[in-house]
């Protein structure tokens, strides 16, 4: 499986921006997604996640109530919309599959999307 995140940039706060994550492969709609982010001099962090379904989803604290995850498994996509973006927000974003389905281990990772928030 190859995973190509796209959609970062640079917004200011309070703005919006949704990332992509395109999957190769067709047992995509198996697996469940997720997405991550690493800010400079931190560890990685689990952002959101959301079942091979999308009846199941979990949100970090940090980002509920302003970030949806959704997936479209006909176009092999998952998405991340980020509202009322905030200066910490500022990360590199991955997205990661789990093929077990478990939403815990990811055994393919993206290269990555640049989000930067200007105060």
């Known amino acids: 499986v190859q995973l190509q995140a796209y959609g970062g940039g640079l917004v200011q706060a309070g703005g919006s921006l949704r990332l992509s994550c395109a999957a190769s492969?067709?047992?995509?709609?198996?697996?469940?997604m997720g997405w991550f982010r690493q800010a400079p001099g931190k560890v990685r962090e689990i952002v959101a996640t959301?079942?091979?379904?999308?009846?199941?989803?979990y949100y970090a604290d940090s980002v509920k109530g302003r970030f949806t995850i959704s997936r479209d498994n006909a176009k092999n996509t998952v998405y991340l919309r980020m509202d009322s973006l905030k200066p910490e927000d500022t990360a590199i974003y991955y997205c990661?599959?789990?093929?077990?389905?478990?939403?815990?281990?990811?055994?393919?990772w993206g290269q990555g999307t640049q989000v930067t928030v200007s105060s």
């Open positions: 959301i079942s091979w379904s999308g009846g199941n989803i």
């Open positions: 492969g067709r047992t995509f709609s198996s697996y469940a």
């Open positions: 990661a599959a789990s093929p077990d389905g478990s939403m815990l281990e990811y055994a393919y």
